[in-house]
C-alpha cells in the first residue's frame, strides 16, 4: 500500500540551494521526469554543453540535419549515462516508438525518431535536448530536500522552454517570490 503522506514530485523543477554541497547541481535547476518510493529521475534544463550542438550530435548518429538546426544547444542533463540523448518537449509531439507524458505540459522522449524529426523540422514546437539525467535512489531526493538542498517550483513551459539559461535559477526562485540573495544554505530549526 502506497504511503499516503508520500510525496511525488513528477512534472515538477526543482532548484538547488546555495551550498547544497554538490558542485554538479550548484545553481541547477531539474524537470522530475518520474518520481516514486523507489526513486526519481529528472533532467537539469539550465546547463548547457560546452562545445556540443545538434549538428554535433546529429552528425555522430548520421542523421541529416536542416541547416536551421544545426546550433540548436544541448544540454547536460546530468551526471548519469551522459551518453544517453533524452529530449524533453512540448506535448504536441509524440514519439512513433515511446513518449513519457509528464504531467499536461510536457512529453519526454528517449528515442533516436525524436531527433531524425527534430532533424528534418518535424519535431516538436518547443524541446530541450539532453546529454544524461539526475537520478535518485529510493528516499534519497525526500532526503535532500529535508537537508534544505532542494526547494520544489511548479514547472511552467514558460520557464522550461523560452527562458535564457544564465536565468532561469533565479527566474525559478522568482517564482516562489525568494530573492537569491537572500538565500541561505543552513537550515534552520524551530
Do not use: C
Given at each position: 500500500m502506497a504511503d499516503p503522506f508520500s510525496l511525488d514530485l513528477t512534472g515538477m523543477l526543482l532548484v538547488a540551494m546555495p551550498g547544497m554541497g554538490d558542485p554538479r547541481f550548484d545553481r541547477s535547476v531539474i524537470f522530475i521526469c518520474a518520481h516514486s518510493d523507489e526513486g526519481a529521475m529528472g533532467l537539469i534544463i539550465n546547463k548547457p554543453a560546452r562545445d556540443v550542438n545538434l549538428g554535433a550530435l546529429l552528425e555522430q548518429l548520421d542523421i541529416a540535419a536542416d541547416p536551421d538546426t544545426r546550433d540548436t544547444q544541448v544540454?547536460?542533463?546530468?551526471?548519469?549515462?551522459?551518453?544517453?540523448g533524452f529530449v524533453l518537449h512540448s506535448t504536441e509531439y509524440r514519439s512513433r516508438l515511446k513518449t513519457l507524458e509528464?504531467?499536461?505540459?510536457?512529453?519526454?522522449?528517449?528515442?533516436?525518431?525524436?531527433?531524425?524529426?527534430?532533424?528534418?523540422?518535424?519535431?516538436?514546437?518547443?524541446?530541450?535536448?539532453?546529454?544524461?539525467?539526475?537520478?535518485?535512489?529510493?528516499?534519497?531526493?525526500?532526503?535532500?530536500?529535508?537537508?534544505?538542498?532542494?526547494?520544489?517550483?511548479?514547472?511552467?513551459?514558460?520557464?522550461?522552454?523560452?527562458?535564457?539559461?544564465?536565468?532561469?535559477?533565479?527566474?525559478?526562485?522568482?517564482?516562489?517570490?525568494?530573492?537569491?540573495?537572500?538565500?541561505?544554505?543552513?537550515?534552520?530549526?524551530?
Open positions: 544540454h547536460i542533463g546530468g551526471p548519469v549515462e551522459t551518453s544517453r509528464v504531467g499536461a505540459s510536457f512529453g519526454m522522449t528517449a528515442t533516436l525518431d525524436i531527433l531524425e524529426d527534430i532533424a528534418a523540422r518535424e519535431g516538436p514546437r518547443n524541446a530541450l535536448i539532453m546529454l544524461g539525467y539526475a537520478g535518485w535512489g529510493a528516499g534519497q531526493l525526500e532526503g535532500e530536500i529535508a537537508r534544505n538542498g532542494w526547494l520544489t517550483v511548479d514547472a511552467e513551459a514558460e520557464l522550461v522552454f523560452d527562458t535564457d539559461n544564465r536565468d532561469k535559477w533565479a527566474a525559478a526562485l522568482a517564482t516562489l517570490g525568494i530573492d537569491p540573495l537572500v538565500l541561505s544554505g543552513v537550515a534552520g530549526r524551530a
